[in-house]
């Protein structure tokens, strides 16, 4: 390769040249950037907790972030950003769209809810219109998708709830007509056939204690009644009326009387109100001696039985005794024919109580999804007014889109040293393509391992004065050739990193 050196440095140069022209012809490209806070705490949001939808807004802005530079959104991004204006065919569309979904980038500042949107260009203030484009799809894109996702759930809420309504109706409807078919057997209250025959058995044996003992009661009236002697009414002018007993008059007169009593007490006999009340009194005793000369006008004779207040209370104890054992009568042949029809009808109990229990356990399943679906429901209208009151996720812009005066690409000052070390690299490898193509052998040994054939003789090189001066100075003229060609490169990367620090 050293033979061929000449060859490298010549292909080195040209290479450099030509990568240097390429390097300085790139055209610039200016950054457009913009940051996005996302603010996702909340004050109703520990408030809220098990009243409202649990929501990850963090790893929802997160994910969004990630799906944010999608062909839809691109498509969009371009119309905002007038992008098409020069697009005449779908085949540049499409290549449009692609170059951009490069270019554009959404990364996380040092924490999860503050993004930075970038896109390059070689004009400055389309790339601020991209980025600014860019801010709205994703703000947007975070409101809008949640409030979807929020309209979507409620409708699939409601048409579930409407579904399971259906289903509660009908299994109450299935269930209140086996109750009325069977009503005989279940009753009102729900119970099974074993409750309700121990609950009737309970029943029967209390009315026919209760029997018995007004029956009881009613033997031993009987024989009061006939041991005690009634009372006759005196004929007129053998006695007077005060010997013959009027309970509702009597009474009466006995409460003027204790009235009169206590307001002697009290007043003197001049007083009003105890002539009142004497005056009260004997139109009571009065009315109670035309109420017995009537009694035994109608009763026509003396003799007429009715005057002894106790025989009276026998006798109207004794009537309501046999009402009541009539009644309990009565009450005890309806609970054994009750109990009757339900033992009769005992071997049908199983099955109609296993139909009773799986048509109450599918009402009570329908009822427990609809009483969850219409909870989920209210908790979902909960969050989504909390969503839209105190804003859960809330899109700040904290520094809005600006492009820098310098252009952010290409770097030039690290572009063009290696455009050098490409060089040069370039130079070996034609040196070496080179000898690849016309070797030399310098020694003897080596032509015979590479030939096969026998080496007769080796002529050696005679170095002389003329030839060694004349070999020194084409290494001088190599080197001067390399070295200028470093330095070319290091000057030109000097220059351009003095640029790019503004000096």
Same mark, same amino acid.
């Given at each position: 390769m050293w033979r061929y050196r000449w060859w490298g440095l010549l292909a080195a140069w040209i290479g450099g040249v030509v990568l240097a022209v390429v390097v300085m012809l790139i055209p610039d490209k200016y950054e457009a950037r913009a940051r996005v806070f996302v603010d996702t705490q909340s004050v109703l949001k520990p408030l809220m907790q098990g009243? *409202?939808?649990? =929501?990850? &807004?963090? %790893? %929802?802005? =997160?994910? $969004?972030?990630? =799906? $944010?530079i999608s062909r839809p959104n691109v498509e969009k991004l371009i119309r905002m950003a #007038?992008?098409?204006? #020069?697009v005449k065919t779908r085949e540049q569309r499409e290549a449009l769209i692609d170059d951009l979904i490069k270019r554009l980038t959404v990364t996380g500042a040092g924490r999860d809810d503050l993004f930075v949107l970038t896109f390059k260009d070689t004009n400055p203030e389309r790339a601020k219109r991209v980025v600014q484009a860019l801010v709205s799809i994703f703000v947007e894109s975070g409101l809008g998708d949640k409030r979807k996702d929020s309209d979507e759930a409620r409708r699939f809420i409601e048409e579930q709830i409407k579904s399971y309504e259906t289903k509660l109706a009908d299994a109450e409807n299935r269930l209140k007509e086996f109750k009325l078919k069977n $009503?005989?057997?279940? +009753?009102?209250?729900?119970? #099974? *056939? &074993?409750? %309700?025959? +121990?609950?009737? =058995?309970?029943?029967?044996?209390?009315?026919?204690l209760e029997l018995r003992e007004v029956e009881n009661s009613r033997d031993a009236l009987k024989r009061q009644l006939a041991g005690e002697d009634p009372v006759f009414l005196p004929e007129s002018g053998q006695a007077s009326a005060s010997g013959v007993s009027i309970p509702e008059i009597d009474g009466r007169i006995d409460a003027m009387k204790k009235q009169l009593d206590a307001l002697l007490q009290r007043y003197t006999e001049q007083h009003p109100d105890v002539v009142g009340t004497r005056r009260v009194i004997e139109q009571l005793e009065a009315?109670?001696?035309?109420?017995?000369?009537?009694?035994?006008?109608?009763?026509?004779?003396s003799g007429s039985l009715g005057a002894n207040p106790v025989y009276q209370q026998l006798k109207l104890s004794l009537s309501e005794s046999e009402a009541n054992v009539a009644s309990l009568k009565t009450r005890v042949a309806e609970y054994e024919a009750r109990l009757g029809a339900m033992r009769g009808s005992q071997r049908m109990l199983p099955e109609m109580e296993a139909e009773f229990a799986q048509l109450n356990r599918d009402y009570d399943i329908n009822k427990k999804?609809?009483?969850?679906?219409?909870?989920?429901?209210e908790a979902a209208n909960?969050?989504?007014?909390?969503?839209?009151?105190?804003?859960? *996720?809330?899109?700040r812009l904290i520094d809005p !889109?600006?492009? /820098?005066?310098? /252009?952010a690409a290409p770097n030039r000052a690290l572009l063009m040293p290696a455009s050098g070390a490409v060089s040069l690299a370039i130079g070996l490898l034609v040196a070496f393509l080179v000898f690849q193509v016309r070797p030399v052998f310098f020694e003897g040994r080596a032509l015979r391992e590479v030939s096969g054939l026998p080496v007769l003789g080796v002529v050696t090189l005679?170095?002389? !004065?003329?030839r060694t001066k004349r070999e020194r100075m084409q290494s001088i003229y190599f080197a001067g050739g390399l070295l200028s060609l470093v330095g070319v490169f290091a000057l030109m990367t000097a220059v351009l990193a003095l640029r790019a620090f503004g000096l």
């Open positions: 009243l *409202a939808v649990p =929501t990850n &807004v963090e %790893q %929802q802005v =997160t994910i $969004l972030s990630r =799906t $944010l #007038d992008l098409d204006l #020069d $009503l005989a057997l279940f +009753g009102d209250s729900g119970k #099974d *056939a &074993v409750s %309700q025959i +121990g609950e009737l =058995t309970a029943k029967l044996n209390q009315a026919k009315q109670k001696k035309q109420e017995v000369e009537s009694r035994r006008k109608s009763g026509g004779m999804n609809y009483e969850s679906l219409v909870a989920r429901r909960m969050s989504v007014e909390m969503d839209a009151s105190s804003g859960v *996720a809330e899109f !889109p600006s492009v /820098p005066s310098k /252009p005679i170095e002389t !004065p003329v």
